[in-house]
């Protein structure tokens, strides 16, 4: 069977229509319409749910949709291990990330050894870019702490310790450092349950019997910035995410006792993926490890 017709159903499945599926692909939306139409045929089943213009998968559409992702992934794989003798000159890179930190540098890595590829990014939260890889979207996944799936390789990129924002008039922005002790009972802003950077301060704080006062939880490090510039309260952040701001003060935690930990991550059936290791080659300098 045609992959054409699994790329239309993929289409389909990611922009909810036929016609914003067409314009995705550069194809006529009869084109998609009799591609779906086909592909239902031949399966005798019922891939997508209609209402009006809308459509959505049907539970054998939801099943189909990582295993159409997994063919078209194979199918660009031999294209790449066909074309220019395997030399990687064209082709797509697809990225899964929870914010731009790091993941930037080894796309300039990767670009200033295969400048003919072309890359996307695809920001969202650790859950979300976890889906992706496991669905096919993306690749590769680069994001905070470690997720220990048999299906998935995992390499630490780099580690980062999380420190402290302080408002300019609250005594700590007077200083370059403090005791995790000297938290206790400070109003601390935190981000939302589930968090990376969270989790390993609240077990730092545990281990050290050290209990701050929730002055607020927030859901995004650009808000909580804005809620310490106002004097709401301390914040914490990744000392590589930190962005500089006038109106705060980055303080540094004696001794690191809590940080976070920078992961790529892999699907390990695709260990002998020439894309992905030329990912790895880029970013690390090293083999990717095998299955």
Not at 60 to 80: C, I, S, T, W
Not at 178 to 203: F, K, N, V
């Amino acid at each position: 069977m045609s992959t054409a017709r699994y790329r239309a159903f993929v289409a389909v499945a990611h922009h909810a229509s036929l016609s914003a599926a067409a314009r995705a692909l550069g194809v006529s939306q009869p084109t998609v319409s009799t591609q779906i139409a086909a592909l239902e045929r031949s399966s005798r089943s019922a891939l997508f749910h209609r209402q009006g213009y809308r459509m959505w998968p049907t539970s054998a559409g939801a099943r189909l949709l990582p295993l159409a992702h997994k063919l078209l992934a194979l199918e660009a794989e031999a294209d790449f291990l066909l074309r220019d003798a395997g030399q990687l000159n064209q082709g797509e890179l697809k990225i899964g990330a929870v914010g731009p930190f790091h993941v930037m540098e080894m796309v300039a890595a990767y670009r200033a050894r295969h400048p003919g590829m072309q890359l996307s990014v695809r920001v969202g939260n650790s859950q979300q870019a976890l889906h992706d890889l496991e669905h096919y979207t993306t690749d590769v996944a680069v994001l905070a702490g470690l997720h220990e799936r048999p299906e998935l390789l995992a390499r630490p990129y780099t580690r980062h310790p999380i420190i402290v924002m302080a408002p300019l008039a609250h005594p700590f922005a007077q200083r370059s450092e403090i005791a995790l002790q000297e938290l206790h009972g400070q109003p601390l802003i935190w981000r939302e349950q589930g968090s990376t950077t969270r989790t390993a301060l609240e077990a730092a704080l545990a281990a050290h019997a050290v209990q701050p006062v929730t002055a607020l939880e927030i859901g995004s490090r650009e808000a909580i910035r804005e809620a310490v510039a106002h004097g709401l309260g301390l914040g914490t952040v990744c000392a590589s995410e930190f962005v500089p701001d006038p109106r705060l003060r980055p303080v540094r935690i004696a001794g690191e006792p809590a940080h976070t930990t920078t992961y790529v991550y892999a699907m390990r059936e695709r260990s002998d993926s020439l894309l992905l290791k030329s990912f790895w080659a880029a970013a690390f300098g090293e083999a990717l490890p095998t299955a």
